[in-house]
């Protein structure tokens, strides 16, 4: 009964700030179509994870999903314009104040995943692994300093 209750008492504002958000009116909707093309990212990122923590490792669904995930490597970066700060954005402020740095981490993110749609076509998970750590920490850093 406590567990229930502190499950609910820990959902209800969970559940209040996902409706609760601001809806995207902008003209082209510029932050749902760069959450969008990161959603799609991921899509095809944490199965690669999974595959190489827990197994099984299969080398042709990976090299798949590396090859996608290398297609999908520029989709949100155009809709990161000047006037795209905006609720419900969760991209932090600074990203619209040190615009070099953020590029100096999109640039390593674009060479990572280049790197790995290459490396995969080896089919050696002990030559694929380090390439997808640096590429996940890309996604990290990038994160650390812009996203909340
Ligand atoms: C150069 C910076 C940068 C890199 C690299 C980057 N991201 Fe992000 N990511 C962002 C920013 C900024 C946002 C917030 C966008 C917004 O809310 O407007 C974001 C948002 C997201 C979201 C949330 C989308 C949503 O529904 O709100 C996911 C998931 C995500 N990124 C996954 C990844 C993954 C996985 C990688 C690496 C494979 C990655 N990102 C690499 C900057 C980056």
């Given at each position: 009964m406590l567990t229930k209750l502190l499950f609910l008492a820990l959902s209800v504002p969970m559940l209040l700030t996902a409706c609760g958000e601001a809806p995207d009116t902008h003209p082209g909707q510029p932050v749902t179509q760069r959450r969008a093309a990161f959603k799609e990212i991921i899509k095809n990122f944490e199965p690669m994870g999974v595959q190489l923590r827990?197994?099984?490792?299969d080398s042709k669904k990976f090299l798949a999903l590396a090859i996608q995930l290398d297609s999908l490597k520029e989709t949100p970066w155009q809709h990161f314009g000047p006037d795209t700060n905006y609720p419900p954005t969760k991209a932090k402020a600074a990203l619209w104040k040190e615009p070099e740095k953020f590029e100096a981490n999109r640039k390593e993110f674009i060479k990572a995943a280049a790197a790995l749609a290459v490396v995969a076509e080896s089919k050696d998970q002990k030559q694929i692994t380090p390439v997808y750590e640096a590429l996940h920490e890309t996604c990290r850093t990038c994160h650390k300093s812009f996203k909340e």
């Open positions: 827990q197994g099984p490792f």
